[in-house]
């Protein structure tokens, strides 16, 4: 699947948001409970602009986690009504910018806007694409049973099935298993 950088971008850094939530972490403790871990991630994923790095910021992003986590499980009218009302909320304006050594890409809120905003808003902006591309199918949450990791596939044939090769493996182990019982 073949989406703009810009909004790869911004699908990878909501897959990443997204999957600092407890059930989805690796660790399963919840990878965004202070403003530190919120630093990690957003020079993990290059994120530049305001960052104010207090308790009120972190409360604004881990509830647009939440926001975007629900809109990612949404089917295709849902999740334009919901994109619809992020952007209208922010009062979005899209325009052209290059900055921090990206080229020309889509934002539709300032620099100095605050954090949560400005990644709801970046977010809305890729589901935008992908939704007027029906390609709403490349989101998904990890076919593992105990994971609600996201999967954002953009392989050719759209198969992707796991947030991660782990949880692939762990998932092919046990229906083995299961199978290897089954037979003997």
């Known amino acids: 699947m073949h989406f703009a950088p810009d909004t790869v971008d911004a699908l990878e850094f909501a897959v990443a948001l997204c999957d600092t939530d ?4 690796r660790s399963g403790d919840d990878e965004l409970a202070t403003t530190a871990q919120l630093a990690q991630l957003l020079a993990e994923n290059r994120y530049s602009g305001r960052v104010d790095g207090d308790e ?8 647009t986690r939440e926001r975007v986590r629900l809109t990612w499980a949404l089917d295709r009218d849902a999740a334009a009504l919901e994109v619809n009302a992020m952007l209208a909320e922010a009062h979005a304006l899209p325009y052209l910018i290059r900055h921090d050594g990206f080229d020309w890409h889509l934002h539709a809120t300032s620099l100095d806007a605050p954090l949560a905003e400005r990644i709801r808003v970046e977010i809305a902006l890729a589901l935008v694409d992908v939704i007027r591309s ?5 989101l998904q949450v990890c076919a593992a049973d105990d994971c609600t990791g996201l999967v954002l596939d953009l392989s050719r044939n759209g198969s992707k099935r796991f947030c991660s090769v782990r949880c692939g493996n762990r998932m092919n182990m046990i229906a083995f298993r ?3 019982e089954q037979a003997g």
């Open 22 to 25: 407890p059930g989805a972490s």
């Open 134 to 138: 029906d390609q709403l199918d490349r």
């Open 178 to 180: 299961a199978r290897k």
């Open 56 to 63: 009120a910021e972190l409360r604004d992003v881990r509830a």
